[in-house]
């Protein structure tokens, strides 16, 4: 019954229902950002005194495309900004990924197996100068947790229900769990505390320029060119603003953030492309993070032959991934040895680890029954997909597999994957912005949702529910060796199962000035933190 309870409810209140399926597809890709050449500099900015009264000028990849709303957004751009100027009782530090206590004093305190409180930070006072109270808190959470409100965010807490966060006295904050979760702290770092008056009176104005604790507050937001943001002098949390303020100029045009970065116009820019590290690593210096971020093959397993895993298994087989890691990304990834990177902190390696072997690619197709197999393979147009995916075609056809490359947008691609209109896709994805733990990730592609019901269409069998009972399992784990041995039971699945699998996952390439920023250091996720950092003198 607890095993039907934890999936059914996470897939009641599915969290890709939230913004629609081209919506929330479009915000992964773009949080996945393009690959980047290995690193030639060294892993943070310069230590030299801070000028406080500085400003620090970026240039960021994409457009203003969705409000700041934390219950709703999920532009890459936004939810950056988002970690400047919002906070939630708990944080994940943007560079390490570890939960540090935010508007909480303290991480939450563990009262039993299904009970925690979190008290409120002293003195902490909204943008607008008015103090955040525990009702503020319950008003955040219960927002998120309503299913009438359609939040993304909901679907990251499975566990819990508006009706689970009660207040305990007029600075603490009860939540009473549905079952234990050994993730909890991190968890719920999801949910951003925002002003009750303020969100109430005019949501749309809110999600226009949001009021929050965080150390910065936005003062202007304009899309297609820049964000704005000045230093919140009342903040006094862990993590005040060292800038003045900051401009991040909104640079879409690859060639126009080099540019900018070339011409020390700003201090750092993300997504770099690979092509033009070399040269940037000549003015300034420039690191490429290894991420989660994944390149995926998915399968329409609803169709024939793609319903037999031993034909999604000759896909990977026929893909020669070390030399489209050379060739198409001047080895700015690695080779997915398991669903999660190396140097991921749940990494375990997966009992499949795919090499090229054409021949047993023909072997498994032929065992299959599949002869002249013929298909169109949808890709997205991000710049660096576009690249390998000739590549891909190569091997495939060479597999015997003859391949028709569809590119074009995302949004459009999967249309035609919500509408049950394709064979194969590749993509990128990385749900990593949200959350690191390996339960989040796992369940963002593999839970019964969106992904299992009306893309990859594999979410029935003895299998599927093995997955399912496993992530449950996995997430009450308290033994962190059972948790990891539980986990790889997963990955081990997955890996052998590949309705969707990652071919590799990437490295995310930041390029920034040290001379002007004291103690910056690049992340593993799209958009820069500023957080700690400050303009030199």
């Known amino acids: 019954m607890l095993k039907e309870s934890l999936h059914k409810e996470a897939s009641r209140r599915t969290f890709l229902a939230a913004t629609g399926a081209a919506g929330i597809v479009a915000a992964l890709a773009a949080c996945s950002g393009p690959p980047s050449t290995t690193g030639k500099a060294a892993t943070s900015g310069a230590t030299g005194a801070v000028d406080k009264n500085g400003t620090i000028t970026a240039g960021m990849s994409y457009a203003l495309g969705t409000g700041f709303d934390p219950m709703t957004t999920t532009g890459a751009l936004t939810m950056a900004a988002n970690w400047h100027t919002l906070e939630g009782l708990v944080e994940l530090d943007p560079v390490t990924r570890k939960a540090y206590a935010a508007l909480g004093s303290a991480l939450p305190k563990q009262v039993d197996d299904t009970t925690y409180t979190v008290s409120l930070r002293k003195g902490a006072t909204f943008h607008d100068g008015s103090s955040v109270t525990v009702d503020d808190v319950l008003f955040s959470f219960q927002r998120v947790l309503d299913p009438a409100n359609a939040s993304l965010y909901a679907g990251f807490l499975p566990f819990l229900t508006a009706d689970s966060v009660t207040t305990v006295d007029d600075s603490t904050v009860q939540f009473k769990t549905a079952y234990p979760f050994s993730l909890f702290a991190e968890r719920i770092s999801v949910v951003k505390i925002v002003p009750k008056a303020v969100v109430q009176a005019d949501p749309k104005a809110f999600d226009a320029l949001p009021t929050g604790t965080g150390p910065y507050k936005i003062t202007a937001a304009t ?128 009992k499949t680890v795919y090499k090229h072997d054409a021949a047993k690619a023909k072997a498994l197709l032929k065992e299959a029954g599949v002869s002249n197999l013929s298909i169109t393979l949808l890709t997205t147009d991000t710049g660096w997909v576009k690249d390998v995916a000739p590549l891909i075609k190569e091997d495939l056809d060479a597999a015997g597999i003859a391949t028709t490359l569809d590119i074009s947008q995302s949004a459009g691609q999967y249309k035609k994957v919500d509408n049950n209109q394709f ?115």
């Open 223 to 350: 899309a297609n060119d820049k964000l704005t943001f000045e230093r919140f002098d009342a903040y006094n949390g862990s993590r005040p603003a060292l800038a003045a303020g900051m401009t991040w100029n909104l640079l879409a045009d690859p060639s126009a953030r080099v540019s900018a970065m070339q011409s020390k116009r700003v201090n750092a820019i993300e997504d770099v492309p690979y092509l033009n590290i070399d040269g940037l690593s000549r003015v300034v210096k420039t690191e490429s993070v290894q991420s989660f971020g994944l390149l995926f093959m998915m399968f329409n397993t609803s169709m024939k032959p793609f319903d037999d895993k031993r034909v999604r298994q000759a896909f990977f087989y026929a893909i020669d991934i070390d030399k489209l890691i050379a060739n198409g990304m001047l080895g700015n990834a690695e080779a997915a040895s398991s669903y999660v990177q190396k140097t991921h902190p749940d990494y375990v390696k997966a």
């Open 423 to 537: 064979e194969v896709m590749i993509a990128p994805g990385d749900p990593s912005v949200f959350g690191n733990d390996a339960d989040l990730l796992l369940r963002w592609f593999y839970g019964d949702n969106l992904w299992s019901q009306k893309r990859y269409r594999w979410n029935s069998g003895a299998d599927f529910e093995k997955l399912q009972s496993l992530l449950d399992q996995g997430a009450q784990e308290t033994d962190r060796k059972k948790q990891l041995a539980t986990w790889g039971q997963i990955y081990d699945l997955v890996s052998d199962e590949v309705p969707l699998y990652p071919l590799l996952h990437r490295k995310l390439p930041t390029a920034w000035n040290p001379d002007a920023l004291s103690d910056f250091k690049p992340i593993s996720m799209t958009g820069l933190s500023f957080l700690g950092v400050g303009p030199t003198k």
